[in-house]
């Protein structure tokens, strides 16, 4: 039976969907979530801003064995989602263990810039 890898609890301390893109491919970011237990993962998100209230409980599921790839764009809750150009931070929070990448496309220009890195573990 495959077993859980990873920590419950990650975060996200930088994150921010540039306003605006050139060229053919649209700036975006992603939370990408690995689960290599034989059991489904109920992630629970947090998003804090610098000037308004998070936005909490936004739930999202991985199943068992598989790889998802969350844009930051399409967390919702209650009509509340993140705005382009506002700094934020993300707190991931699983029911079982999991691993946590952070991606950011910046399409800003016409040269693309794309970041990659690993999110920061709680034990």
Known sequence: ???ATGEKRWFIPDAYIPEHSAGQLTSHESVCVLNTASDDALLQFTV?????DPIEDILVVVPA???RHIRTSS???????IPPGVPYAIEVRSD??????YSRLDATQAENALMSV???PIQ
Do not use: C, W
């Open 65 to 67: 064995r598989r790889t």
């Open 1 to 3: 039976m495959p077993q």
């Open 118 to 120: 690993m999110a920061f």
């Open 48 to 52: 804090y801003f610098e000037d308004r």
């Open 75 to 81: 967390l919702v809750k209650d009509g509340k989602s």
């Open 96 to 101: 079982i263990k999991v691993i946590v990448q």
